[in-house]
């Protein structure tokens, strides 16, 4: 079975403490590795795709890195406005559909 | 920016009543999806629809649920007789030819009393 699996549940941090997140899939025949940013009550927004080992992608304070078995979504110097649910997700092969981890839960306190 | 427009953002329905969510993907998206997202727990796949018709479905997408797209803009997720269990956020989503950029709505709150 797919399995997409998010470490820490949640994550306090000041501001400018900078720290990292993870998530280990077990998709078979993956294509792509999604990072979304959510905020409550509202829906996944698009950050990042990872599409091979060793790839890394940036946007601001953040960046993904990929290996064969995970990925980390490190947070640099962290703000306030950093604060949400990071959620990563994995498209099987056939039918494209995504399977979501249960997300990382992002507080940074100023 | 496109964006994946979905109408209304907040739904209350009696349950055994039908609902319909909808949903203006990006205009050149060839992909489309439904998602739930019960309050607290993971996104859940609902249904994908490519071509006119359904491509996958997975468990929870049982016989209560139907989805339409009945012109070149619209996609409406149907629930037949609303249970309580049903209550929570359901998410549009949409892509293009390629495997990037799932695009997600904002979400309609469906709460079934």
């Known amino acids: 079975e797919d399995q997409v699996t998010q470490s820490p549940e949640a994550l306090r941090l000041q501001e400018g403490e900078s720290s990292s997140l993870n998530c280990s899939y077990t998709?078979?025949?993956?294509?792509?590795l999604f990072w979304y940013r959510q905020d409550p009550g509202k829906g996944p927004e698009f950050l990042f795709t990872l599409y091979s080992a060793g790839e890394e992608k940036e946007k601001e304070r953040l960046k993904a890195t990929l290996t064969k078995k995970e990925s980390f979504l490190h947070i640099t110097a962290p703000k306030p406005e950093d604060s949400a649910t990071y959620l990563c997700a994995a498209p099987k092969a056939a039918g494209n559909k995504l399977t979501f981890g249960g997300g990382t839960r992002v507080l940074v306190k100023p | 920016e496109p964006e994946v427009t979905q109408t209304p953002s907040h739904q209350v329905t009696q349950m055994g009543q039908e609902v319909i969510l909808r949903c203006v993907p990006i205009s050149n998206h060839l992909y489309f999806y439904w998602y739930r997202q019960i309050l607290g727990q993971k996104v859940e796949f609902l249904v994908s629809?490519?071509?006119?018709?359904?491509?996958?479905k997975s468990e929870i997408f049982d016989d209560q649920f139907s989805v339409e797209r009945p012109d070149g803009s619209n996609f409406t997720l149907k629930i037949r007789s609303t249970k309580l269990e049903d209550s929570a956020m359901y998410f549009c989503a949409s892509r293009g030819d390629s495997n990037y950029g799932y695009t997600f709505g904002s979400g309609t709150r469906l709460t079934v009393v």
């Open positions: 629809f490519y071509n006119n018709e359904i491509s996958e």
């Open positions: 998709v078979s025949g993956l294509r792509g």
